[in-house]
């Protein structure tokens, strides 16, 4: 465990080319979710301070966001670990200007399925799940053939199959995300979002997942790793990390890693670390 912790701590701090440069600050949103938030959010503040690169705050709604308003101007990243009530309308309107005038967003599992009448969150997001979504939505994005596809088949937005291991492939090794990625890589056991729906505007797919009918999928390529531009705003999606154990997956923490630091700036300055998941082998950041 020892050993496996500090290969791990090395890797991120050798993976940022400048970590006496100021630090971006985030602000990680949670307080209502039907996810684990209250273990979640510390892992996602544990990940992205561990790069040297983020100084993190947190906002927790509490069960009434009818008093939430957060000052986004003062972040350069907001990561959602939201789902819950609708926030006020002013806060939802300084959130949709900050997008649009260049803030980052890390939109962070179950965050997807937030606000599905918010038309312009929807935008924001791409793809998203559950809340009544269907066709009326947006597509569903596949990877068929090598190519991404927008299906408008009829049907609902959002499932998934059982929890298992699953291969994620990148698709585009040429994003500053993802660039450097191993071509396929093996994430721990985890819910495979599929079936997801939505605008799909100006939508870039880094990474897709088999979801397999025998675990109760599609038989798709689902988008797994996503960015959107909103305006002058950068998104990075990620359908991973369901749980505590779900995020303990040196592919999601880097991936989250470098997501953040490129919807936050624009560019990516962390290189990948020597040791990956390989397409057979998981590689957990904790044991």
């Not at 624009?266 to 044991?287: C, D, F, R, S, Y």
Request: aromatic share 10%; charged share 20%; proline share 5%.
């Amino acid at each position: 465990m020892a050993r496996i912790m500090i290969t791990f701590i090395a890797l991120v701090l050798a993976s940022t080319s400048n970590v006496e440069a100021k630090k971006q600050n985030a602000l990680i949103i949670d307080g209502q979710n039907n996810h684990n938030w209250k273990g979640t959010t510390p892992v996602l503040r544990e990940y992205l301070e561990g790069s040297g690169l983020f100084s993190v705050d947190v906002a927790t709604t509490g069960d009434d966001p009818a008093d939430f308003t957060p000052d986004f101007s003062e972040y350069d990243v907001i990561v959602l670990n939201y789902n819950g009530a609708d926030w006020p309308k002013a806060t939802q309107s300084s959130f949709v200007k900050y997008i649009r005038d260049g803030g980052g967003l890390v939109v962070f599992h179950a965050a997807n399925n937030s606000f599905p009448k918010w038309k312009e969150y929807n935008q924001i997001i791409g793809l998203g799940g559950w809340g009544g979504r269907n066709e009326k939505d947006g597509p569903y994005i596949r990877y068929r053939n090598g190519s991404i596809v927008r299906d408008t088949s009829p049907g609902r937005g959002g499932s998934h199959g059982k929890q298992h291991e699953y291969v994620v492939e990148t698709i585009n090794t040429e994003h500053p995300i993802t660039k450097g990625f191993p071509a396929k890589w093996r994430h721990v056991t985890d819910e495979l979002y599929d079936r997801l729906r939505g605008p799909a505007e100006n939508l870039t797919v880094l990474a897709a997942a088999y979801s397999d009918k025998a675990t109760g999928g599609t038989g798709e390529y689902e988008p797994v790793l996503f960015t959107v531009t909103y305006g002058k705003g950068r998104i990075f999606h990620t359908v991973m990390g369901d749980n505590v154990k779900q995020m303990n997956c040196v592919g999601f923490a880097v991936s989250l890693q470098r997501g953040t630091e490129w919807a936050a700036t624009g560019k990516v300055t962390q290189t990948i670390p020597n040791h990956m998941p390989t397409a057979e082998t998981t590689l957990p950041v904790k044991k």
